[in-house]
């Protein structure tokens, strides 16, 4: 058979066609190709030095789509770039003496060796870094669009402040309500704040929830409970004594004569002009007492709910009742009007708080044929029923009395149907160094005056310094915060606040479709070619932050002209997170395989016992370094590995075993090919269309081939059932080393040798999306002069996947009892008559009754016999 090479060195082969890839623009993207357009994205990664396991998980799934749909004809974008603005590289200048801009261009540099060492297969030319001024240019471009239009505004607002430094703090940079740096208490402070106005969106960002058919259901959900529509009344309550009122917003307008006490959120600005003298002290303490409660307990859960009198009671428009009004710990001045009218008989919180008060309950609604007695009342009654204690709507069906007690209000001109919102106006401020600046300029005689457009970008400068103290660096960069107003030419300053980085990712799909534009963020033709993008890719953590705020930017760059389409995104895949399994020492607590060998701690020798499995990340320190797996097995490797241990939206259990037996089935299909190269030169692969006859064994192993090509197919294009894909990759390897003809000196024309020719290159095109190099390295082997990267994707005969029979399973009171062959699309009785003829079947069925039989065609036979 002449020299074999069987020794697989995915370094030497990864390297070659990476090089080969890039020499050859073979991802290059354009408008003129042929093709029906396919625009593939994965969430742009922040750049924060190194990959993880969970980007290499990430980018391999759009990897294979990418590749996949490119082989089967359609002109696919697949691009890449960083969301390289943020708090880390802050934090690093901080804590290293780094300036951010290097330290984000240093990892850049690092990751993008990484990805392009990954084998993934993307249009480099269009890479953008939100962090360069001609990306940012085009944020402060669209902010004075939406400054324009009334849709970006500026107001007071609440911000974390540390005293000690003397610096606002993200809500990331606050850990159990101390400062992330001097461990101080965190305090609210109000500063002035840009907003952009998301909320005039609501409804369309609602309404469109519900045409988005190619996104998980739960992200859409998600997303509908952010927004928080709600249809109900707004309702003025008098402060008793004063000229003072309480707006409330209530979805339970039939509740209202149930109304027994009212609370407000504890930081409410009325309660400093309804308190009285003798509750004052206690109402400040109570606030404080909640503030800090607040920021210690954030994310802890459910809080007891606590209140305070204020002394104050306010008038019930509808029945004049006189209810006392409390301070609450479970009332939000950010959520609605920072009031909630409490119906203790109805709503179980107010239930209970009112128990814990003694606070009368008074019931409103009956359950249809009964009559609930107060103090025998165990919990709320919260279902529809028939109206009691409500005046003129006694009797009637709560449901039906929600109109005529809206009306009433109107009426008597204390309160009005209403439609509200839980979304909020988005605040974009950020008193940080490293964002885009907002491009604004304060003078004293015009007030806030935009940049000119020529003018822009406002870049952010680089001679700054860090000493995390203080306000952002740029209030002490008197080269950037001095400038004359555009307007009248006197002295001014610029607006130090930057923006957040999700403006720079609310829009980036958009710069990929003509990166290189220079009069408009993007060109509009390139946009509604390439737009909307037709498969997205990424984690289920952004679903109302980021995927909420890129349709929003879709929607308002819409309604500037730029393009004519309502959604960004058609198809949204939500992969899992990557886990490391732990194991957990009675001294030393949980521990990762690799520390506790043999079954004992590696510190201490203790026997350990299973843990809990982890999701992997820095601050768990259990990160597994794809450069490691990279190194010692490659990527093709990693990649199948990441790709094979679990459908793609399920979490992946990261194994090494896991690693280890991916790396020996690509040996496999190394040693598959090469062993036999000298057998199968010059053959061509099997065509029916001559004829020729085949042996069973042939014909078997031609329907395997073409099943396994229809299943691969189906599981990408339809399911993104990687993991089976690949599953029947392996199987059909497995039939070809049963197969193979080459042992017995079968001749070129031999009709089984040109099947197995042919089964070689489906098996090696398939694998082309998940393992690259190795696919392409071994297309050439086989005598193709086109790489396979060029190649089209292998079409499934139809004709070769008819049997003469299938195996059938009998089951018999359900265990396997037997296995008959049948002929594809028998009837059900004649499967029956079959398998009780069959000499297995009759050791089980003999001098016994068939209570039942269940045929599932082409598969399995269920009997009960008694």
Same mark, same amino acid.
Request: charged share 30%; net charge neutral.
């Given at each position: 058979m002449g020299e074999i090479e069987v020794r697989y060195d995915p370094k030497t082969i990864e390297a070659r066609w990476q090089s080969i890839w890039e020499r050859d623009g073979a991802f290059k993207a354009s408008r003129d190709a042929q093709g029906a357009k396919y625009y593939v994205l994965e969430m742009f990664p922040y750049p924060s030095g190194k990959i993880h396991m969970g980007h290499v998980r990430n980018y391999s799934i759009g990897d294979v789509l990418a590749r996949f749909l490119t082989m089967r004809g359609c002109n696919v974008l697949h691009p890449m770039g960083w969301d390289s603005f943020g708090l880390p590289a802050e934090n690093a200048a901080i804590q290293h003496g780094i300036h951010p801009a290097n330290w984000t261009r240093e990892n850049i540099t690092n990751m993008k060796t990484q990805l392009k060492r990954m084998g993934l297969g993307y249009d480099w030319d269009r890479e953008v870094a939100t962090c360069l001024p001609d990306y940012y240019k085009w944020n402060q471009w669209i902010f004075l669009k939406l400054f324009e239009k009334g849709m970006a505004y500026k107001k007071r607002s609440s911000v974390n402040w540390c005293p000690s430094c003397l610096t606002v703090l993200a809500n990331e940079q606050v850990e159990d309500g101390l400062c992330w740096r001097c461990s101080t208490i965190v305090d609210a402070k109000e500063l002035?704040? +840009?907003?952009?106005?998301?909320?005039?969106?609501? $409804?369309? %960002? %609602? $309404?469109?929830?519900?045409?988005? @058919? /190619? +996104?998980?259901?739960?992200?859409?959900? =998600?997303?509908?409970?952010?927004?928080? *529509?709600? &249809?109900?009344?707004?309702?003025s309550f008098k402060v008793d004594g004063t000229d003072e009122a309480i707006k409330i917003f209530t979805t339970r307008p039939d509740t209202l004569y149930g109304v027994t006490f009212m609370s407000l959120a504890a930081s409410h600005p009325l309660l400093a002009k309804i308190t009285t003298a003798e509750r004052k002290a206690d109402v400040e303490a109570f606030a404080a007492k909640v503030k800090a409660d607040r920021r210690v307990n954030r994310g802890a859960g459910e809080e007891i709910k606590e209140g305070v009198f204020t002394g104050a009671y306010c008038i019930n428009p509808l029945n004049g009742d006189r209810a006392p009004v409390y301070a609450a710990n479970f009332v939000l001045m950010e959520y609605g009007t920072g009031a909630v009218m409490a119906v203790p008989a109805h709503d179980q919180r107010d239930f209970e708080f009112a128990k814990t008060y003694g606070l009368p309950v008074r019931v409103v609604i009956n359950p249809?044929?009964?009559?609930?007695?107060?103090?025998? =009342?165990?919990?709320?009654?919260?279902?529809?029923?028939? =109206?009691?204690?409500?005046?003129?709507?006694?009797?009637?069906?709560?449901?039906?009395? =929600?109109?005529?007690?809206?009306?009433?209000?109107? &009426?008597?001109?204390?309160?009005?149907?209403?439609?509200?919102?839980?979304?909020?106006d988005w605040g974009i401020s950020r008193q940080r160094y490293w964002g885009c600046p907002i491009p604004i300029v304060y003078c004293q005689a015009c007030g806030a005056v935009p940049v000119p457009y020529n003018d822009l970008p406002v870049v952010l400068p680089e001679d700054v310094s860090f000493t995390g103290k203080g306000l952002s660096p740029l209030v002490e960069s008197p080269g950037f915060i001095g400038v004359k107003c555009p307007k009248c030419g006197s002295k001014a300053r610029r607006e130090t606040d930057t923006m957040d980085t999700f403006v720079d990712s609310s829009w980036y799909f958009l710069r990929y479709c003509s990166p290189m534009a220079t009069g408009l963020p993007f060109d509009k033709k390139d946009a509604e070619y390439w737009m909307p993008v037709d498969q997205y890719v990424g984690g289920i953590e952004h679903a109302v932050m980021h995927l909420l705020y890129a349709r929003f930017f879709t929607k308002a760059l819409r309604d500037l002209g730029l393009h004519g389409f309502d959604e960004p995104f058609t198809n949204l895949l939500t992969q899992g997170m990557v886990c490391k399994e732990t194991?957990?020492? @009675?001294?030393?607590?949980?521990?990762?395989?690799?520390?506790?060998?043999?079954?004992?701690?590696? *510190?201490?020798?203790? @026997?350990?016992e299973a843990g809990a499995v982890e999701k992997m990340s820095k601050s768990k320190k259990n990160v597994v370094d794809p450069d490691k797996i990279i190194e010692k097995y490659g990527a093709d490797t990693?990649?199948?590995?990441?790709?094979?241990?679990?459908?793609? &939206?399920?979490? %992946? $259990?990261?194994?090494?075993?896991?690693?280890?037996?991916?790396?020996?089935?690509?040996?496999?299909?190394?040693?598959?090919?090469?062993?036999?190269?000298?057998?199968?030169?010059?053959?061509?692969?099997?065509? @029916?269309?001559?004829? /020729?006859? %085949?042996?069973? $064994?042939?014909?078997?192993? *031609?329907?395997?081939?073409?099943?396994?090509?229809?299943?691969?197919?189906?599981?990408?294009?339809? *399911?993104?059932?990687?993991?089976?894909?690949?599953?029947?990759i392996m199987e059909l390897v497995n039939a070809l080393y049963i197969f193979n003809p080459c042992r017995d000196g079968a001749s070129p024309e031999d009709a089984g040798l040109r099947v197995f020719m042919e089964s070689l290159n489906a098996v090696v095109a398939l694998l082309t999306p998940f393992a690259p190099h190795i696919a392409e390295e071994l297309w050439e082997k086989l005598g193709h002069t086109t790489a396979l990267h060029k190649a089209r994707w292998p079409v499934y005969d139809e004709a070769a996947l008819k049997r003469d029979s299938v195996l059938v399973v009998v089951q018999i009171n359900g265990k396997v009892r037997g296995k008959i062959n049948v002929p594809p699309g028998s009837t059900e009785d004649a499967v029956r008559g079959m398998a009780l003829g069959d000499e297995k079947v009759k050791e089980w069925t003999r001098d016994k009754t068939l209570k039942k039989f269940v045929y599932v065609p082409n598969k399995l036979v269920s009997m009960v016999v008694s």
């Open positions: 002035e704040q +840009w907003f952009l106005k998301i909320t005039a969106y609501a $409804d369309e %960002l %609602l $309404d469109c929830t519900y045409k988005l @058919p /190619g +996104w998980p259901e739960k992200v859409l959900v =998600m997303q509908r409970n952010w927004i928080g *529509r709600s &249809e109900g009344a707004e309702v249809p044929s009964q009559t609930f007695d107060t103090d025998a =009342m165990e919990c709320a009654y919260a279902d529809e029923g028939v =109206m009691v204690n409500s005046g003129r709507f006694n009797g009637m069906k709560n449901t039906d009395a =929600m109109k005529g007690i809206v009306k009433l209000l109107e &009426e008597k001109g204390v309160g009005k149907g209403s439609i509200t919102y839980k979304l909020r194991q957990k020492c @009675p001294e030393h607590g949980f521990l990762f395989p690799e520390e506790a060998a043999g079954g004992k701690c590696g *510190r201490c020798g203790h @026997p350990v990693t990649r199948l590995f990441s790709l094979f241990a679990a459908p793609p &939206e399920k979490d %992946l $259990d990261w194994s090494a075993d896991g690693v280890e037996g991916s790396y020996r089935f690509l040996g496999r299909v190394w040693r598959l090919v090469n062993e036999n190269l000298s057998a199968v030169k010059g053959v061509k692969a099997y065509d @029916p269309r001559p004829g /020729g006859v %085949l042996s069973s $064994d042939a014909q078997d192993i *031609r329907r395997i081939t073409h099943e396994t090509i229809k299943k691969v197919t189906h599981d990408i294009e339809e *399911r993104f059932h990687f993991n089976t894909a690949i599953s029947a």
